[in-house]
């Protein structure tokens, strides 16, 4: 069983910047592919970036050059770095782990980009 808690998200301005954290209880984090998605209202939720338990990392088009995701295997943490943020990018943003069979999911934390 894994439990994921994220933090980091707020209310931000156009081309700031915000740091997303996911803390993971449980055991052999470090085997577990490692994700971030978002949900906008009124659509669907979408990738935002993985990374694998040998770091190989995938981006959504949208993010590419814009946000980096990292993962701190003693510290049972993944990041999400989102630079130049935009407006787009405003959305409830979740933590999601998957390995051994099994997927988890974080309650999320919003992100607001707004003037």
């Known amino acids: 069983q894994v439990q994921l808690g994220e933090s980091g998200g707020g209310l931000v301005q156009p081309g700031e910047s915000l740091r997303l954290s996911c803390a993971a209880s449980g055991r052999m984090f470090s085997i577990y592919t490692m994700g971030w998605y978002r949900q906008a209202q009124e659509k669907p939720r979408e990738l935002v970036a993985s990374?694998?338990?040998?770091?190989?990392?995938v981006y959504a088009e949208s993010v590419k050059g814009r946000f980096t995701i990292s993962r701190d295997n003693a510290q049972n943490t993944v990041y999400l770095q989102m630079n130049n943020l935009k407006v787009e990018d405003t959305a409830v943003y979740y933590c999601n782990a998957v390995g051994l069979g099994s997927t988890y999911w974080g309650q999320g934390t919003q992100v607001t980009v707004s003037s």
């Open positions: 990374i694998t338990m040998r770091r190989d990392t």
